[in-house]
């Protein structure tokens, strides 16, 4: 490893322990920034790097609810915000049983330089809870939604910080925590996005990510002659960003073959058409149910507790969570004539997988880029917001190909290598850091 990098990241483990998660995050981006910074050395002098690892606040919280018996839980309720040089903090709320603070700092490290790559003005936030809301009443879901905005509203505003939605919180979510605050501030403002269409909402938000990430695959298959047409791809994931990568996908003359959840991956090698598509949204959205009832259905194969990359395929789109293609994984991929990785999650692959990815030159879209077609959507839910007037899908859409488009321009200008190779993750990490540190510049020691 460069010694640079060795010694930034010995500081940022001493002052982070145990953060694993933060600091797999946070040596990838010093990876392509510390040349960089060599290069350039006002942000060296600013102290960019060792400013933007450190969150500008980290708020952490209780949340006691009450459940269905009269029973009181207690959750650990977070947000970190994490820089707003360019922007309010903007970034997702995450309910899972895994989340902690190394977890939500390494998401809140990434918004940032996926919110500036979108173009729009958007600082870097995330936040969340250690609460499950698998096998929760709705009424549950409720309860526990409104005693966690009820310390939240006091940290965040529309022009201050503004969740979102992430690994489970969906429309429902959304909406329990948007009544909470309008009802403690007694403002209807553009405080939340994802909100539902009826009070606020963008059209596209729920698809955007999933969408974006798609044609991102899109955008770099084309630097290679390629497009969509005819490939097999593997989506893992069955969530909001599994499913419309699907639609999309498919659409675009696609064949999506698996899915997945945290059980195991279906595989349906004539492909997961409309019809299908709709049942697993029922399935996952309705019902809450488990995708191994999409193999009973259909009469394919389910894998239980494996994931889908030993499956093969022309591209990939890991869209679950963190960490879910390892080495061996990655090797099976290239083994098998994978091309091209679009990451709808945040994350997805080790470190040891981006190697084999970028040592096999295939074209790997790192989280960053290639999932922000959901945040920029979001901002585009904010513009519209501010105006009180909404969009059509057709602008939304048109938006969303043109922010995807240039966030691949912005990887092409600081990610392309002598030999032509464009490597995405720097382009991403330096793409997206220039505009941040610039700013930070301009604002001064704060
Ligand atoms: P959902 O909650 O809608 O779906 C998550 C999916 O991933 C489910 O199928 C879930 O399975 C699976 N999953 C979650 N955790 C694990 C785990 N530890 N191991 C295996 N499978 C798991 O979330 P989203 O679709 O919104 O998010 C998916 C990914 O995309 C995340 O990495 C998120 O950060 C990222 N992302 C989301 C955006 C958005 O707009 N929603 C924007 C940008 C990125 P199960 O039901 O069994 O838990
Ligand atoms: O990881 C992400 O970019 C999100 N979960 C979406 C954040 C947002 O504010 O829309």
Known sequence: MDPRVQQFMAMIRAKNPGENEFHQAVQEVAESLIPYIDENPRYKHAKILERI???ERT????????????EIQINRGYRIEMNSAIGPYKGGLRLHPTVNLGILKF?????????SLTTLPMGGGKGGSDFDPKGKSDNEVMRFC???????????GADTDIPAGDIGVGGREIGYLFGQYKRLKNEFTGVLTGKGIEWGGSLIRPEATGYGATYFAQEMLSTRGESLTGKVVCISGSGNVAQFATEKVTEMGGKVVTLSDSNGFIYDPRGIDKEKLKFVMELKNTRRGRINEYAEK??????????PWSIKCDIAMPNATQNEINEEEAKMLVKNGCICISEGANMPSTPDAVEVFLKSKILYGPGKAANAGGVATSGLEMTQNSMRLPWSREEVDEKLQVIMKN??????KYGTKEDGFINYVDGANIG???KVANAMIAQGVV
Not at 298 to 307: C, I, T
Not at 407 to 412: D, E, L, R, Y
Request: proline share 4%.
């Open 298 to 307: 259909y009469g394919v194969e389910y894998f239980e507790g494996k994931r």
């Open 407 to 412: 966030i691949h321009n912005t990887c092409v």
């Open 107 to 115: 998401l809140a490290f990434e918004q940032v330089f996926k919110n």
């Open 53 to 55: 690892a450190e969150p």
């Open 59 to 70: 708020i952490i919280f209780r949340v006691p609810w009450l459940d269905d018996k009269g």
């Open 432 to 434: 997206g850091f220039v």
């Open 146 to 156: 409104q005693s966690f905005m009820s310390e939240l509203f006091r940290h965040i």
